[in-house]
């Protein structure tokens, strides 16, 4: 059995996981790529013999609506920052940024076509660092792991960008959906966007919306499975595809 999960925010992919596996004490349950704690969005769980379909499904396409400001830089990449966060001053003209405070210095707010230039060249692949503070395994190793312990390794990988469409657009914050091969971190495109353009590039929300054939705005007959998350009530969205 497959089921399609709407995970909600501030919970691991392990723990949905280990929330589920109270609920079909009897079986094996695994999960198909990896969600941070921040996003929320499909999830794929598969239940007993199933799990041979993760194989799979691992490597399907993905979609994602993302929102980045450009008036922050962590270490993570995003709002889950491990110990380093740069806030830059907005520079305020009649009540809009226009700009944002590097090293002493203001970068202009990018228009929307030097974004989409900039976008454009994302596409069909590009070579991206991969975040140190990932769940991506290096010598048996967690990055994350690695990372905190103060062992940052920097690593470069080819993603795939199929497509994008811009959602919303108000400085120092870029909403849009983007259209990704297997192994795209969402992170990496961020923050290369905000060095292509001269300015800061953080990943502030982020939710997946489909898996190859599987789109959460399609699936039917959701049903509502109730969990306690610290002393709060707690439903996660989920149903049999």
């Given at each position: 059995?497959?089921?399609?999960?709407?995970?909600?925010?501030?919970?691991?992919?392990?723990?949905?996981?280990?929330?589920?596996?109270?609920?079909?004490?009897?079986?094996?349950?695994?999960?198909?790529?990896?969600?941070?704690?921040?996003?929320?969005?499909?999830m794929?769980?598969?239940?007993d013999?199933?799990?041979?379909?993760?194989?799979?499904?691992?490597?399907?396409?993905?979609?994602?609506?993302?929102?980045?400001?450009?008036?922050?830089?962590?270490?993570?990449?995003?709002?889950?920052?491990?110990e380093?966060?740069?806030?830059?001053?907005?520079?305020?003209?009649n009540?809009?940024?226009?700009?944002?405070e590097?090293?002493?210095?203001?970068?202009?707010?990018?228009?929307?076509?030097?974004?989409?230039?900039?976008?454009?060249?994302?596409?069909?692949?590009?070579?991206?660092?991969?975040?140190?503070?990932?769940?991506?395994?290096?010598?048996?190793?967690?990055?994350?792991?690695?990372?905190?312990?103060?062992?940052?390794?920097?690593?470069?990988?080819?993603?795939?960008?199929?497509?994008?469409?811009?959602?919303?657009?108000?400085?120092?914050?870029?909403?849009?959906?983007?259209?990704?091969?297997?192994?795209?971190?969402?992170?990496?495109?961020?923050?290369?966007?905000?060095?292509?353009?001269?300015?800061?590039?953080?990943?502030?929300?982020?939710?997946?919306?489909?898996?190859?054939?599987?789109?959460?705005?399609?699936?039917?007959?959701?049903?509502?499975?109730?969990?306690r998350?610290?002393?709060?009530?707690?439903?996660?969205?989920?149903a049999?595809?």
């Amino acid at each position: 059995m497959l089921l399609a999960v709407d995970k909600p925010g501030r919970i691991t992919s392990f723990d949905v996981v280990r929330i589920f596996k109270r609920h079909f004490p009897k079986q094996k349950i695994w999960h198909s790529w990896t969600l941070d704690p921040m996003a929320t969005g499909l999830m794929i769980l598969a239940l007993d013999k199933d799990t041979k379909k993760l194989t799979e499904l691992i490597w399907l396409d993905k979609s994602y609506i993302a929102t980045i400001d450009f008036s922050k830089v962590t270490d993570t990449r995003d709002m889950e920052f491990w110990e380093k966060i740069t806030n830059y001053e907005l520079q305020i003209t009649n009540w809009k940024a226009t700009g944002v405070e590097m090293e002493g210095g203001t970068a202009e707010a990018p228009s929307l076509g030097e974004i989409k230039k900039q976008l454009d060249k994302l596409i069909p692949s590009y070579d991206l660092p991969l975040p140190a503070f990932s769940a991506k395994k290096r010598a048996g190793k967690r990055s994350y792991d690695e990372a905190r312990a103060g062992n940052i390794i920097e690593e470069n990988k080819v993603m795939k960008v199929h497509g994008y469409e811009i959602l919303n657009y108000a400085f120092p914050t870029l909403q849009l959906r983007l259209d990704v091969g297997s192994g795209t971190y969402i992170r990496s495109i961020w923050y290369r966007l905000g060095k292509q353009l001269g300015i800061g590039g953080t990943l502030i929300q982020l939710r997946r919306t489909s898996i190859g054939k599987y789109d959460i705005a399609t699936i039917k007959n959701w049903e509502n499975l109730h969990n306690r998350y610290k002393e709060k009530e707690e439903i996660i969205p989920f149903a049999q595809i």
